[in-house]
């Protein structure tokens, strides 16, 4: 999982790292899953744009997958009540 240095501030971190930090952390059972929707939608899109370009970190790939397999864990030991509508197709967390 990609950690900014000791000494760097929240501001430095990747916004996906943000966003996927937000969805770790949230309690409230009844946004859980939005941030969870959010977090892999902005994991995704990081993705995308590595295709295109090289990570300014070498490690970011890497944290990028861990990130992804962590909200994909998340999700799958939520309660199926918590689920409602939402479904885990391939590496993606949606609204169906």
Not at 1 to 20: F, G, H, R, V
Not at 48 to 66: F, I, K, M, T, Y
């Amino acid at each position: 999982m990609y950690l900014p240095p000791p000494k760097a501030a929240a501001t430095q971190s990747p916004e996906w790292y943000q966003i996927y930090f937000l969805a770790v952390l949230e309690s409230d059972e009844s946004k859980v899953l939005l941030q969870i929707e959010r977090a892999g939608k902005a994991i995704t899109d990081r993705l995308v744009q590595l295709r295109w370009g090289a990570a300014e970190n070498p490690q970011e790939l890497h944290d990028l997958n861990s990130a992804f397999t962590y909200l994909r864990l998340l999700f799958e030991n939520l309660d199926t009540q918590e689920k409602g509508s939402y479904e885990l197709s391939g590496n993606w967390v949606h609204a169906s």
